[in-house]
């Protein structure tokens, strides 16, 4: 069966997509808003190919005082380009299952739980929407950024067979930048780097 991902048309997303990199914000009203006004599912084959469309991915990344949940792609998945890949995000696209009063809401918690494991209960902090389409992978996708404290908790990766994770200091995520997603290098260049954010 063809997944279906939550979409909104490009011009329908608040403050437009004419930056590139994190724009900050401190409210979702507005995005939840547009979305329930806007949003649809759309087949991801189509979705991926259409860039009059940004796919909605909810974007965690989870710290501990100074360190940074850092995950690495092992050899057992199933796409060799991303063997040995690293990133500091968790999360993932938004599906007709997390429809509701606030879909936004329900994937992120959802992924959260497909993802990691952690017996506690996250408090997810808005950080702001990232953009990039200098590609075509970004051009057709809209992250919405937050950002989880686990305060000494634990956490660890659920397909441990896929993926390694741990909490590293922010200098092994900047010794890793080579090998980090596209995103996870735009989040940590502001969140861990505290370079100047889209406004």
Same mark, same amino acid.
């Given at each position: ?122 408090? &997810?902090?808005? %950080?702001?929407? $990232?953009?990039?389409? @200098?590609?075509? /992978?970004? *051009? =057709?996708? +809209? ?30 995520? &900047?010794?890793? %930048?080579?090998? $980090?997603?596209?995103? @996870?290098?735009? /989040?940590? *260049? =502001?969140? +861990? ?7």
């Amino acid at each position: 069966m063809t997944e279906r991902v939550l979409v909104l048309p490009r011009e329908s997303v608040p403050g437009g997509c004419d930056f590139g990199g994190i724009r900050l914000a401190d409210d979702l009203a507005a995005l939840r808003g547009a979305v329930q006004l806007h949003g649809r599912y759309l087949d991801r084959p189509a979705a991926e190919g259409n860039p009059g469309f940004k796919q909605l991915i909810p974007y965690v990344l989870v710290r501990d005082g100074a360190s940074v949940f850092l995950m690495e792609r092992t050899d057992a998945g199933g796409d060799p380009r991303l063997h040995g890949k690293a990133s500091i995000g968790v999360g993932g696209h938004l599906n007709p299952v997390d429809e509701g009063a606030d879909p936004l809401l329900a994937g992120l918690r959802r992924e959260w739980s497909e993802e990691l494991v952690a017996d506690w209960e996250p408090e &997810f902090r808005l %950080v702001g929407l $990232l953009n990039d389409d @200098s590609n075509p /992978v970004g *051009a =057709v996708h +809209l992250g919405v950024v937050f950002t989880v404290d686990a305060a000494g908790r634990p956490v660890e990766v659920r397909e441990q067979d896929k993926l390694r994770g741990r909490f590293v200091p922010v200098a092994a995520v &900047f010794a890793a %930048v080579a090998r $980090l997603e596209t995103w @996870s290098q735009l /989040v940590a *260049a =502001v969140l +861990l780097n505290e370079a100047p954010a889209a406004r």
